[in-house]
């Protein structure tokens, strides 16, 4: 028998529990599709490339997690590239899901979480704070590395290459705060709680010279090459919890 669009989404909404977040967009079901689900596509993005992907793979269902709709984009209309991605979805009767923060800050599946162990990260407790929840996490490695030992480590994990911003390469690091994607300014909140150490996807100019200044080892290893693994986490969850089929679709994006 085959899962159903509505038992799909309870199962994610106890286990990610979206309504806790106050996030730039919905989570949950963005766009509706077949009722029946019988093949499951994740990516980390909606773009039109996984969406083609998911569709020629004749995927009932798409789950993300970067989905359609932000506030920042604000009302849009349905033409060009943003009509290119829609219409396919609709045309195929294809589901979306998204799950942003819930995703990141998940201790279980989270795409921090996930990471950290990847990493040797034990003794993982929520770390951030947007709006009042936790967005990633912090811990302690088994053992400590020199700053450029770890960027080392996290380039093979990530395969993706790291920026490190740090005022001593060669000083140990045990103490680490991890929030994936574009959570630039969060070093300033790992430096405030003491931490050695602060992992994140993206730098700006001034935060690769403001960190390090500020005592902290701030890396930087992609946005999406940091937030594939929560989403491969549910994929795995959910194909064992439900027992329907899943793929995983790849970005090249090296971002």
Request: aromatic share 8%; hydrophobic share 45%; net charge negative.
């Amino acid at each position: 028998m085959a899962l159903t669009r509505s038992a799909l989404e309870r199962f994610l909404a106890g286990l990610l529990n979206p309504g806790a977040f106050a996030d730039y967009g919905p989570n949950g079901l963005q766009v509706e599709g077949r009722e029946e689900i019988r093949r499951i596509a994740f990516a980390v993005s909606a773009t039109a490339h996984s969406i083609a992907a998911a569709a020629e793979w004749q995927a009932d269902a798409l789950i993300v997690h970067h989905g359609l709709f932000w506030k920042f984009h604000g009302a849009r209309p349905l033409v060009g590239p943003f009509a290119r991605r829609v219409f396919p979805l609709v045309r195929q009767a294809i589901n979306l899901f998204a799950y942003h923060l819930p995703l990141d800050a998940h201790p279980e599946i989270g795409n921090a979480a996930v990471l950290g162990h990847r990493i040797g990260l034990g003794e993982q407790a929520p770390f951030g704070d947007h709006q009042g929840c936790p967005t990633g996490v912090r811990g302690r490695l088994r053992e400590s590395l020199p700053a450029s030992a770890l960027r080392e480590r996290l380039a093979e994990i990530l395969e993706h290459p790291v920026l490190l911003a740090t005022p001593d390469a060669t000083a140990p690091v045990c103490t680490i705060g991890i929030i994936t994607g574009g959570a630039n300014g969060g070093w300033a909140e790992a430096a405030k709680a003491g931490l050695d150490a602060y992992i994140t996807g993206e730098m700006s100019e001034h935060d690769w010279h403001e960190a390090q200044e500020a005592g902290i080892h701030m890396y930087a290893g992609g946005h999406n090459a940091t937030e594939r693994f929560g989403i491969q986490a549910l994929m795995e969850r959910i194909g064992r919890d439900l027992e329907v089929e899943c793929r995983f679709i790849p970005s090249a994006n090296p971002a």
